[in-house]
DNA sequence: CTCGATTTGATACATTATATCATTTCTCAG
DNA sequence: CTGAGAAATGATATAATGTATCAAATCGAG
């Protein structure tokens, strides 16, 4: 990953290969697994897991991409970029994901929740269900 | 699994495996893997990865399991058994974890957030830390 | 330029999970 | 009771996800 310097703008400073994993993800607009996203960058040069998962926890770790643990699998962040204060619902039939931003409130909520002897430091926060297109569809 | 017949008191009805896996899961007051249940409980016979599967799939729709998505791995519930109010904390680095309670106000402004064409089945809600003791060694 | 540190590439492997088919056990109509 | 079909379990194989490790290339200070 290439150096953050100063003022951490935008997609200034990413990696060659931050760079390709994250366009492949904003391309799918779909949640892709790592393998997937290999694949899909391999044209480009990359070929190995390893390129594709450092990518990603740098990604990860500028809030530019998400992993969303119930699915094994990772998203452009719909805002751009965002801190932990972010959740999502997804479809489990058709795979439809939609970022949730939470508020001060809810978060300082949820926060509440954690005990005391516990520095939180990651806040993982998921739904799952169908969509009414999918409902409709059983 | 066995028959889940009309009054699904507590641990009656669970298969001879759900009985060996859950016990496994209770001895450990840790979270497990699945591999690392499959360990535990190899002495009394379950041999194939597919038969923990299995009965964990089964504990958990019961309620008497829970996984802990962001682990990859599988804890006891620590009430018996719930329904889907509760979340979890965790050490990053001890793997200490605590079951938590949601109330249903806490519960109920969850759920406000989930985008209204998604039928809600199911809410992971997971922190992620450093306990005391684990800060206090670093 | 040259040394050491960081990043990237490559290989190999570990861990987690599931598809599939064979076997056994259970149900219950006849 | 019996035996055909359904359901659960056992077994094998393999798929999917993730990481440890070392080698090569790149970068940056001195
Ligand atoms: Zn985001
Ligand atoms: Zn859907
Ligand atoms: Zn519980
Ligand atoms: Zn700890």
């Known amino acids: 990953m290439a150096t953050k310097h100063q003022h951490d ?9 931050e760079v390709r994993v994250l366009e492949a993800l904003r391309d799918s607009k779909e949640p ?27 990604l990860e770790s500028l ?3 998400h ?17 932990g204060r ?3 619902a997804f479809c489990r039939q058709c795979q439809r994901v939609e970022e949730i931003s939470l508020d001060d409130e809810h978060y300082d909520d949820l926060v509440k ?15 799952a269900g169908l969509c009414s297109a999918c409902q ?3």
């Open 136 to 138: 409709a569809a059983a």
């Open 9 to 17: 703008h935008a997609e200034d400073d990413l990696s060659a290969n």
């Open 67 to 83: 992993r969303l643990k119930s699915l094994s699998a990772f998203v452009a962040c719909g805002h751009g970029r965002c801190g």
């Open 86 to 88: 972010f959740a999502f």
């Open 63 to 65: 809030g530019m991409v």
């Open 113 to 127: 929740l954690v005990p005391k002897d516990i520095h939180l430091e990651q806040t993982t926060l998921e739904f």
């Open 32 to 58: 892709m697994s790592a393998y997937a996203i290999l694949d899909r960058v391999r044209p480009s040069g990359i070929s190995h897991p390893p390129t594709v998962y450092r990518a990603l926890a740098g």
